[in-house]
């Protein structure tokens, strides 16, 4: 009886009000709960850091290994910074949208009609691109369509090279930027730098470099999930 009546009359302006706002704040709270697993993932690379130039300052023979560990969690910890960025940029944009379609709905029960607003297509076209919000955006965008609150349906995502277009490559000068600011006066020599080993003394395998490794294959992955 239910399916008969949706197929016969359309939902109501409230009806269509709560759908939109029910999927917005689904939207708001998955991006809340990426945007903190990104600020745990900040911190451990933080730590990371720290620790590998700890290992560093207890065993010279190490320091280069060391510095090389440490410019590549201060990579790992940019991409992590611009994933967070740009999560809390689409969590604004999602909540205006909010505010521009309730707006919208009380514009229509006051005047008995509604009008296509083009500032809410646009927003809606820019968050339906984020992978993250792909599939319950576009489910959003066929709800505003039915109220008459955006005129067409929203297009496809960006490919992910091109939404992620300049993440790949961190400039060595933002890398030293984040060493000195972990590391401050102890930040770790040039990669480059070649370090001299004490005479008949050879490197030991540090036993916390495989689960360095394998923290920081994790990290990434967790990263890589957030994008996906």
Known sequence: MNTLKSMIWKPSPEEQKRRCNHIIRHNTRQLDRDIASLKGLEGKTKNFIIQANKRAQRNPAQKKQAAQETRIFAKELIRVRRQHARLATSKAQ????????????????????????????????????????????????????KAGIIEEMVGDSLPDNELLDGEDEEA?????????????????????????????????????????????????????ALKS
């Open 94 to 145: 999602l909540q205006s949208v909010g505010m521009q379609v309730n707006e919208a709905f009380s514009v229509r029960k006051i005047e008995g009609s509604i009008k296509a607003s083009t500032g809410i297509m646009k927003d809606v076209n820019t968050l339906v691109k984020m992978p993250e919000l792909t599939g319950t955006m576009r489910e959003l965008s066929q709800e505003l369509v």
């Open 172 to 224: 060595e000068s933002e890398v030293d930027k984040v060493l000195g600011e972990l590391l401050q006066d102890r930040l770790p020599e040039n990669k480059t730098t070649e370090v001299e080993r004490p005479e008949g003394v050879a490197v030991q395998p540090d036993e916390e470099d495989e689960d360095q490794q394998e923290l920081l294959d994790q990290m990434r992955g967790r990263l890589e």
